[in-house]
């Protein structure tokens, strides 16, 4: 079993929509959850980190954390083309040195 | 910004050969990871060190083989290729704080 599950696996939405993306964790030990984000044909860079309950916002990008369902969502408003990509969540485990990573969300946005 | 360099960014290989993926990181950092992605599996960890010398098992192993010989240098070894290795392969280092991935490297195995 994949140690983080995302959903939905591919997502269309309008230029200037809201997206929305979750991402849970089967290891209760998991304190943080990282989002990566991976245009076609290059390599994942990441996009945000959250390490504690409630919500952290970079610009048009948000983030909320609820550690006691072991879930974190991605929204992304005003959504853009450029936003268009494969969206990575990953998660420590108890081992702190290593990220696992979720299958992704691959995410569209239409003009 | 921090530096994965890997090689060959290519492969074609013949199945029963062996291949060797070289990763080069000029940032210092401790940690080095091979992962593997195929279509709707994400990033799977196959093999991760923690410094010179050291390699461990991720959650993919069978059929890989890793050598870290230096802080900057890890390899990923596929002693008897088979098509089922045939996917795009990322070098990355870091730690949990955030991991900086190479370009990857398409190998397809024939």
């Known amino acids: 079993q994949q140690k983080v599950q995302q959903s939905p696996e591919s997502l269309i939405v309008p230029e200037g929509g809201m997206a929305s993306l979750n991402c849970t964790s089967s290891d209760r030990n998991v304190d943080y959850f990282w989002w990566y984000r991976q245009h076609s044909g290059k390599s994942p860079k990441m996009l945000m980190?959250?390490?504690?309950?409630g919500e952290k916002e970079e610009g048009r990008f948000t983030v909320h954390l609820n550690k006691a369902s072991l879930h974190t969502s991605l929204h992304i408003r005003d959504s853009q083309p450029s936003d268009s990509a494969l969206y990575l969540c990953a998660a420590p485990m108890s081992n702190y040195n290593v990220l696992y990573f979720g299958s992704g969300t691959k995410l569209t946005v239409e003009p | 910004e921090a530096a994965v360099t890997q090689s060959p960014r290519n492969k074609v290989a013949v199945t029963g050969g062996k291949v060797t993926l070289s990763c080069n990181q000029t940032n210092n950092h401790n940690n080095m990871y091979w992962y593997r992605q195929d279509t709707g599996h994400g990033l799977r960890l196959i093999h991760y060190?923690?410094?010179?010398?050291?390699?461990e098992k991720g959650d993919i192993p069978d059929g890989y083989k890793a050598s870290r010989p230096s802080q900057e240098n890890f390899s990923l070894i596929l002693e008897l290729a088979t098509p089922s290795q045939t996917s795009v392969y990322f070098c990355?280092?870091?730690?949990?704080?955030?991991?900086?991935f190479g370009k990857g490297t398409r190998l397809t195995v024939v």
């Open positions: 990355a280092s870091g730690d949990f704080r955030e991991v900086f």
């Open positions: 980190s959250i390490f504690s309950n």
């Open positions: 060190s923690y410094g010179a010398g050291s390699t």
